[in-house]
């Protein structure tokens, strides 16, 4: 490119010194040199740090800043999408230099090369999505490797995302920190925790934008909080390498999230068991205790598909052993509890006991696959066992191995794999003359431990929060090479951007109150949105011993999150749903079950966010960006596009006050009342009751109660239409595990109403779950008639307390349903 812009940057940039080496903040200057390749644009700039920018699409741009000039070896462990950018086309506009795919659709962005460099991103339509503060432009300091940038905004700009942070719905004007921390019975507020997803998507005037800030080390980011006219966000180490997601033309939360999971991986589908309801304490032990809690269940009648072994299973907590005392035969056990529809999910920790006599820490230690110190030593550092070594989990030889050690646990019969303490997070040695600290930096390795890093060797600083991600990896991948006809199930406390891709998360160790409750709903929401779409908390909080009504409504709230599961601390009162007596018994059943009836929409939503990177969870102004009163709602929750769920979370409540997003009515799912877009409403909320909408013109897949997912195909389906708005809804059936539904194995029959119409698309086949019944909401009187593929049906069932009608089919073979005139639908 010639052109009298490029020749001036030429002049100055022979008139410019090069980078002075001092120890303090520098900001990047001029533009001093322009390198154009075919799909990247290279700045060099007068303090000598390089700028590139990329568009792995149209919409998506990528900007790296590089303090050394020299951009290495492309890698990240977020990143999944390694396919080539697009081709640039780069032309000037007066200083500027204006930057787009070559192909012309989808943002631009607009370099100002001098007097200092400043970039401005803009969308499809040519409006500003991220620009550069000129007041405090991107900054780096040579001497300790810091860097960050700064970003102009809005008031009224709210930010959402961050994976998982003990915060409010929006984080405008917060300070968020990224360093993974193993912090035991977090406050609400506490920052950090356990996860680090530098991803967020802004939202203002009802548009989107997300950017994703792939730096391993040590970030934050103040979204305001210092000065509401700007954010920033820096490492203390690394490349200032940022993603801008630009949302398209729509701008919409949906397709920000669709282009961030295309680049950094998708969850897959769950089997289906890992959906149902999951027992665990800390620990259930000896055997005889599993074995009689497993029964409970059953007896009374409680669904349930998971127990959990925590770390009280093992042989003084060496990995992959059980206790020859407590479980001395884990195979029959196992056998006893799958024969009784239960799957079996053990704990497994990265510390490693270091004992010559344990044949696991020989093995490693032989293979050299131990993480070390500066001095090349073993990092040997306390937890449960004592003295351990620990994999270096960013070296591909000791994933593998690790991966390799499932095979035993596999053999018995355990079907699920849970990685915990994986921030890392290591005991702190007593000290009488310091406080204990929850973010002491001794919970973890020293920064200077030495990675591997997968050929690009680095210390603790710029690994620490990956570590937890890539012992997920480990598991996940481990468990594909020994079960590939099985769908791994891991779940990880820590992880990094991307980590959707290996395991679920939970929250790790929340607390027994209803403060926590109450933030499960911005906590769990917003970790969705960050890309991971298997995500729950300890149902009654970690530690402690919740009031019966605290258990009961968090059962409640927790019923319709995907990853379902009761958890709690070693030295609390037992926590199973019968506990606690009557009423409590019986409403508790009523949760687990509801999560049941529920089960077919829910493991639909996940298939589709297989493809999509939709999560089933969503806050409300995902769906509503556009409604101010969704923005910062952080008491309810939408599953999928069709449910609307607003739980108790206050104590003593026995009705509360539930808004809906404005552009579509709802209707109660329980009576059929209906309710505007746009209103509040106080609602009926006595004990037994967790409040519950659809959307109107939805089809919701539910089915009877079952006792696991194992007796799913038992049962016929029902497809609960909700009348009132033309719409549609469908359900997705496969095997439940195995991956044939990667290759056409699976079916999915569609609904579309049409006033009160209902046609019906469902594929012929005997392999699923039939499809036996459609049932209208929102029927106010008794209807004359129904009529099934034109013939008048006079069989059906009406009840007026619920407004609804429920017409059993005879077979699947049906194409339209009409619900016929003389029905008064409100
Ligand atoms: O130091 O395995 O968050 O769920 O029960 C505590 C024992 C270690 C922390 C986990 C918690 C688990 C517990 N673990």
Redesign the pocket.
């Known amino acids: 490119m010639r052109s009298t812009l490029l020749r001036a940057i030429a002049v100055v940039a022979t008139f410019c010194c090069t980078a002075p080496a001092a120890a303090a903040w520098q900001t990047l200057g001029h533009v001093s040199q322009v390198q154009r390749a075919d799909n990247t644009l290279t700045l060099l700039t007068s303090s000598g740090a390089a700028v590139r920018i990329a568009f792995t699409s149209a919409d998506v741009v990528r900007v790296r800043v590089q303090p050394a000039a020299e951009f290495g070896r492309d890698f990240s462990y977020a990143v999944q999408d390694r396919s080539a950018p697009a081709r640039l086309r780069v032309t000037e506009d007066g200083q500027a230099l204006i930057v787009r795919a070559a192909s012309g659709a989808g943002a631009s962005v607009r370099v100002t090369t001098t007097p200092q460099l400043l970039l401005e991103i803009l969308d499809a339509r040519g409006d500003r999505v991220v620009a550069d503060d000129p007041a405090r432009p991107t900054a780096f300091d040579a001497a300790t490797g810091a860097i960050e940038t700064s970003k102009q905004r809005s008031p009224y700009e709210l930010y959402y995302g961050f994976g998982e942070k003990a915060l409010p719905m929006s984080r405008h004007q917060q300070y968020m920190t990224m360093w993974n921390s193993d912090t035991?019975g977090y406050a609400p507020g506490l920052d950090p925790i356990y996860q680090t997803i530098p991803f967020f998507i802004a939202l203002r005037d009802g548009k989107s934008y997300g950017v994703f800030f792939d730096n391993t080390y040590r970030s934050y980011f103040d979204m305001g909080k210092t000065d509401a006219a700007r954010y920033t966000f820096g490492a203390s180490g690394g490349e200032l390498d940022y993603y801008v997601f630009t949302g398209g033309a729509q701008r919409s939360p949906a397709e920000v999230l669709r282009d961030y999971t295309a680049l950094t991986g998708r969850g897959a589908l769950p089997p289906l068991w890992a959906l149902g309801y999951q027992q665990s304490r800390?620990s259930y032990a000896p055997d005889a205790q599993v074995r009689q809690i497993a029964q409970t269940f059953r007896d009374k009648k409680i669904p349930a598909d998971v127990i959990y072994f925590?770390?009280g299973y093992m042989d003084d907590y060496r990995i992959f052993t059980w206790s020859p005392q407590d479980f001395p035969e884990p195979k029959n056990l196992l056998g006893e509890l799958h024969a009784g529809g239960f799957h079996a999910v053990t704990?497994v920790d990265p510390g490693i006991k270091v004992d010559a006599k344990f044949a696991i820490y020989r093995d490693g230690r032989e293979r050299g696959v131990f993480t070390r110190t500066p001095a090349g030593e073993e990092l040997h550092a306390t937890v449960?066992p004592g003295l351990c070594a620990f994999p270096d989990f960013t070296k591909a030889k000791a994933r593998a191995w690790f991966g390799t050690l499932y095979a035993g646990f596999l053999d018995q019969g355990v079907d699920g794999f849970w990685n915990?303490?994986n921030e890392p997070g290591v005991f702190v040695p007593a000290d009488a003359n310091e406080p204990a600290l929850v973010h002491d930096p001794r919970k973890t390795f020293a920064s200077d431990t030495r990675h591997d890093g997968d050929g690009e060797p680095g210390t603790h600083a710029r690994y620490h929060n990956v570590y937890g991600m890539q012992m997920a990896r480990a598991t996940f991948e481990g468990l594909q090479r020994l079960r590939p006809q099985d769908r791994p199930f891991v779940l990880t406390?820590a992880g990094y951007a991307g980590v959707q891709r290996y395991a679920a998360v939970w929250t790790?160790?929340n607390a027994s109150t209803w403060d926590h409750l109450a933030l499960t709903i911005p906590m769990l929401t917003n970790l969705s949105i960050s890309g991971v779409p298997l995500v729950g908390a300890?149902i009654g909080g970690?530690t402690g011993s919740p009031s019966a009504e605290l258990y009961t409504r968090w059962l409640q709230a927790a019923a319709l999150t995907p990853f379902m599961r009761t958890?709690s601390?070693i030295d609390t009162a037992p926590r199973e749903p019968w506990t606690r007596g009557a009423p409590f018994e019986a409403i508790n059943r009523a949760a687990i079950e509801l999560r049941y009836v529920f089960l077919p929409y829910l493991y639909t939503l996940f298939a589709q966010s297989e493809a999509s990177g939709i999560p089933p969870l969503r806050p409300l102004w995902f769906e509503y960006p556009r409604d101010p009163a969704a923005r910062l709602r952080d008491d309810e929750y939408l599953v999928g596009h069709d449910l609307l769920v607003a739980p108790v979370v206050h104590e003593g409540e026995t009705k509360r006050r539930v808004y809906f997003p404005q552009g579509d009515a709802w209707r109660d799912w329980e009576d059929g009342t209906r309710h505007e877009g746009g209103s509040f409403a106080d609602v009926a909320a006595p004990l037994e009751r967790l409040p519950l909408f659809v959307r109107v013109g939805a089809s919701v897949p539910t089915q009877p109660v079952v006792q696991h997912t194992g007796e799913m195909l038992r049962v016929p389906l029902t497809f609960t239409v909700a009348l009132g708005a033309d719409g549609e809804g469908s359900v997705y059936a496969d095997a439940g595990n195995g991956f044939g539904y990667r290759h056409g194995e699976s079916r999915t029959a569609r609904a579309s109403l049409r006033g009160t119409t209902l046609h019906l698309d469902i594929p012929k086949s005997e392999k699923y779950q039939r499809i036996g019944a459609v049932e209208f909401i929102g029927v106010a009187t008794k209807p004359a008639a129904i009529k099934i593929d034109g013939k008048t049906v006079r069989d059906f069932s009406f009840d007026a307390k619920t407004q609804r009608v429920r017409v059993v089919l005879s077979s699947e073979d049906v194409r339209e349903i009409v619900v016929s005139p003389g029905t008064r639908s409100r």
Request: without cysteine.
């Open positions: 035991p800390y925590d770390i704990i449960w915990d303490m406390r790790g160790d300890d970690f958890h601390a």
